[in-house]
């Protein structure tokens, strides 16, 4: 199917938009799977290759660099040429990594596998998640940013789980996982030809690959209030994601091989569940829970390395999830509803632009700490530097729910007004004029404010005759006949005064 020509709108059914949605999320989803995959065969090329802890960041580190590079020069592209062509490219691209991590024999292999599925998977996450901004379907509103911040950690989640059993079970778990990976994306690949195009071609697509992050102000103000909460999530998946497996190993050296990794499962497990658990949540109160439980899930971690115990490590990897899931969803969303459709795909990318460079600079310091002074003191210092973040985030979130309801609950300076001056007509009537009885006051006005004279219940007074003097200046409402009260009731008379 050829890419639809500027100025045009694709025909989409509803069976055809819920496919392409399904096809587009599960695309988020087996692409962060394959940058989760190689954690829990870390120590096995560890063993084999006799890398240290600080080669494992390194490589961890050049995946998520490359990533970032492809998001800046990247992220806008799709909104130029169309999604459809830029994440063809991208899983070709992914392809040919997997491929090189099924064949790789040395750590200069590793990290060349790394940094080609860094730029895949950078090029095709702001085109996938915009594609599903796309596709939104009117009638479930907010859709599509759940599974923005849904697919990547089930994703996460699911490439651990794999390659975990693939340790367990398969003769060899290196090359299980990876062929599995490529007749995924291969799949998804001819799938993605029969799909349409959700986006008109526009030009400015060159001019699009300068490396600038594309972020309208109102979007740059709501991810500064976030900011240090999204920071604080993604630098512990980090550390999980790469230092993870010696971390379990550290805390019980006698654990089986396959258990190295699932202390990231248990971060990503939770997480997913998280996004959709607070999906109906504020989102700033979203973000302000998942940061509260990231100092706990810290203290958890530092327990679990001076008592030695597997059980803290895993409950403070799984409140760790909690808090990621939580903050994603309520930043995320936040970002997102600030910025018009045409702006979507790059200030999707420019938010994993900031988690992904939270997730790899912390990562790469923990690794050269662990490589000078020992992973118990890199554990210690990213414990503490996650805890100080979480506590600013705290902070602003807190101070901001404060100031809108203090708004909320402050009358406007005009609420007043309107009632002193409907209590004192500044054009009373002269006395000796008829005041009209207002008890019959019942139903309310157009507005919803002042009563109105109901002629159903009280028997309409006779019409004032025109006559001259005090009788030219009563109102009286057209429509029902009968006097208004004293002084201006909007919305009630919309009649004119008799005139003599």
């Known amino acids: 199917m050829q890419s639809l020509p500027a100025g045009r709108t694709p025909p989409r059914t509803p069976s055809s938009r819920r496919l392409s949605f399904a096809l587009h999320t599960s695309i988020l989803i087996a692409l962060l799977a394959a940058s989760s995959a190689p954690t829990p065969l870390y120590p096995r090329y560890q063993a084999q290759w006799q890398l240290s802890s600080l080669d494992i960041t390194v490589v961890f580190s050049a995946y998520a660099l490359a990533l970032l590079i492809a998001l800046l020069t990247t992220g806008s592209l799709s909104d130029h040429v169309g999604r459809r062509p830029v994440l063809l490219g991208a899983l070709a691209v992914q392809i040919a990594s997997v491929a090189l991590f099924a064949t790789a024999d040395g750590l200069t292999a590793l990290i060349g596998a790394r940094v080609l599925q860094g730029i895949a998977t950078g090029v095709a996450t702001g ?12 009638a479930r509103p907010g859709r599509p940013a759940l599974a923005n911040s849904i697919a990547p950690v089930t994703g996460m989640a699911a490439g651990v789980l794999a390659a975990t059993l693939a340790v367990r079970f398969a003769p060899v778990p290196t090359i299980t996982i990876h062929a599995a990976l490529i007749a995924v994306f291969a799949a998804q690949a001819i799938a993605l030809v029969g799909t349409s195009e959700t986006v008109r071609r526009r030009p400015g697509a060159l001019r699009s690959l300068r490396p600038r992050p594309a972020l309208p102000p109102e979007a740059a103000r709501t991810l500064l209030l976030n ?13 999980h994601s790469s230092l993870g497996p010696d971390f379990t190993r550290l805390v019980s050296p006698g654990g089986p091989e396959y258990a190295d990794g699932m202390a990231f499962f248990a971060l990503t497990a939770v997480a997913a569940p998280t996004v959709y658990a607070t999906r109906r949540m504020p989102t700033d109160v979203s973000a302000l829970v998942g940061s509260c439980a990231v100092v706990p899930a810290a203290v958890l971690t530092v327990g679990a390395l ?21 903050v994603s969803r309520g930043a995320l969303r936040a970002v997102v509803d600030s910025v018009p459709a045409r702006e979507r795909s790059g200030t999707l990318a420019s938010y994993y632009v900031l988690g992904y460079l939270a997730m790899s600079l912390p990562a790469v310091g ?7 002074f020992g992973l118990r003191a890199a554990a210690l210092s990213c414990a503490g530097c996650v805890t100080v973040l979480a506590a600013v985030s705290v902070t602003a979130l807190t101070a901001t729910l404060r100031s809108r309801r203090r708004r909320h609950r402050t009358p406007s300076p005009d609420s007043g007004s309107g009632s002193r001056a409907a209590s004192s007509s500044p054009t009373s009537a002269p006395s000796g004029t008829p005041v009209p009885d207002t008890s019959a006051l019942a139903a309310p006005n157009r ?3 002042t009563p109105c004279p ?14 001259p003097g005090r009788w030219a200046t009563t109102p009286y409402d057209a429509s029902t006949k009968s006097p208004c009260p004293p002084g201006p009731v909007r919305g009630c008379c919309p009649g004119q005064p008799p005139t003599s």
């Open 306 to 326: 001076w008592l030695a115990n597997p059980v803290l490590l895993f409950a403070g990897a799984a409140l760790a999830g909690f808090g990621f899931g939580a």
């Open 454 to 467: 109901s002629p159903r219940r009280r028997p309409s007074p006779p019409l004032p005759q025109p006559l």
């Open 227 to 239: 900011g240090a909460g999204v920071v604080a999530v993604w630098a512990l998946g980090g550390f």
């Open 127 to 138: 085109a996938a998640g915009a594609a599903l901004l796309d596709l939104e379907d009117p």
């Open 447 to 449: 507005q919803g404010k």
């Open 366 to 372: 923990a690794g050269a700490l662990a490589a000078g």
